[in-house]
């Protein structure tokens, strides 16, 4: 019997994990295919080393989790455990036993990671449910990210169970520059600022101001490197954070995608965007054919520049700084894989030098043609001489033009306010001078 989707059960089920993130067609449709099963109290909902591929949920009552030795975890409908599918590990790891009479969903997990799969409608509408109308359902909020909806939901639920909440008071500083990278957060309320010292002795410069679901610290994390800039509580802050460990076992693993160099040189050659994500001196002497230099620093400031259409194939020195690139594409629903091992595992003679008539840098002459003569094997980004040939070449380089002239403007206009900026400082500290001139002359 298909569920009503505006009954108390319906909106249950809404909630569960990842249901809560379909658009609202999707997940009417789904209810109209399953139905809600019965069980008396000792019965199995499945036995350890069973296969059967299935995402089970708890919708009334209480499951015991147990080996035959020994009881692990009793699980109520009314947690937040019951969000997601019992102890889904395939083969099952333990018995699951209705520990009362419950109701329980029982959904094929193959189904569902199809239905997940489908592009995601950003136009859809959500089904209000009551229970999250003052916008506290972070977790589900969360999974609207592509990063979180791709997760195993096993994975998913040692993220909720591994989650701390912590309360920040305004002007506190959480994450300071310079100082190792120890948690993800997310920011459940408030508001915080992130800022920068480009030197030590340097002026702060306010980067950025991120709000409810914002998420924060996992650069450092997934780089290794020291944290890149400072954050702080605008307002009280209501702050989720996961430790770092469990943010690279649950979040970055399963969550990034490497490519090989040939395999990178195929998907470039099929239309596939090509980023070098390293500072321009590093770029500039050897780089790859067909590469835009978007240094990473920029990144953020350029996803508007880049198109969504396309993979998004990453490369920096040693694939680090790829990662962490990488990531933040995957979150801002790019399709963002890392070239394994980057520059360092190619060979020289893969790599261009800058050519007697370099284009904004990052896109040569040289790159746009073959220089003839002889037949390159070596390089799958030369393709077969013809008319059809010539006129891809032309489009991906003419896009390539378009991306490096926006990502330009971009920085100009970042300069432009950089520059004023800088000119206020420098006003300021004539006057201060003038003052303090003024001072010593009345001393």
């Known amino acids: 019997m298909a569920v009503d989707i505006h009954s108390a059960e319906g909106r249950v089920i809404r909630q569960l994990i990842p249901l809560s993130t379909l658009p609202f067609s999707k997940f009417e449709a789904l209810c109209a295919q399953i139905k809600i099963e019965d069980a008396e109290e000792g019965q199995f909902l499945f036995k350890c080393g069973d296969e059967r591929n299935d995402l089970v949920y ?11 030795l020994l009881k692990i975890e009793t699980i109520k409908s009314d947690s937040p455990s019951a969000r997601f599918a019992l102890a889904h590990q395939i083969p099952r790891k333990v018995h699951a036993v209705a520990s009362t009479r419950i109701r329980f969903l029982r959904l094929n997990a193959d189904m569902m990671k199809s239905v997940q799969d489908v592009a995601y409608e950003e136009a859809e509408s959500f089904m209000v449910v009551e229970e999250v109308e003052d916008n506290d359902d972070w977790m589900t909020t969360l999974l609207k990210s592509p990063v979180f909806r791709a997760l195993p939901p096993a994975n ?7 989650m701390q909440e912590v309360r920040v008071d ?15 957060y997310i920011i459940k309320r408030g508001q915080c600022l992130v800022s920068r010292r480009p030197a030590p002795n340097a002026k702060e410069i306010k980067l950025a101001q991120l709000s409810d679901q914002d998420t924060f610290g996992e650069d450092a994390l997934i780089s290794g490197e020291p944290r890149n800039v ?13 430790g770092k460990e469990q943010f690279l076992t649950l979040i970055k693993q399963p969550t990034l995608k490497y490519i090989s160099y040939k395999d990178a040189q195929d998907l470039v050659a099929k239309g596939a965007d090509l980023i070098d994500v390293r500072e321009p001196d590093e770029y500039k002497p050897k780089h790859l054919p067909f590469s835009i230099n978007l240094p990473f620093f920029s990144l953020r400031m350029q996803l508007k520049t880049l198109n969504r259409q396309h993979p998004i194939v990453v490369v920096c ?3 680090k700084i790829s ?47 073959g220089t003839g003569g002889e037949s390159e094997t070596n390089h799958s980004f030369t393709e077969q001489s013809s008319i059809q040939d010539d006129m891809e070449r032309l489009r991906r380089f003419l896009q390539q033009l378009k991306t490096k002239y926006n990502i330009l403007e971009a920085e100009k206009k970042a300069l432009e306010m950089k520059y004023l900026a800088l000119a206020k400082f420098t006003e300021s500290l004539k006057a201060e001078l003038e003052a303090m001139k003024k001072a010593g002359g009345g001393g």
Do not use: W
């Open 58 to 68: 708890l919708i009334d009552g209480s499951v015991t989790l147990q080996t035959d």
């Open 156 to 162: 998913l639920q040692k993220i909720l169970m591994g």
């Open 170 to 184: 305004a002007g506190t500083v959480i994450v300071n520059q310079g100082e190792p990278g120890d948690f993800y």
């Open 230 to 242: 400072s954050v702080s509580a605008l307002t009280d802050v209501c702050l989720l954070r996961l």
């Open 317 to 319: 020195q040693n694939g």
């Open 323 to 369: 990662e962490t690139a990488a990531f933040i594409l995957m979150r801002h629903k790019f399709n963002a894989l890392i070239l394994s091992g980057g520059i360092d595992s190619i060979n020289p003679d893969e790599l261009k030098a800058p050519s007697s008539f370099p284009i904004d840098d990052g896109i040569e002459t040289s790159n746009f043609r």
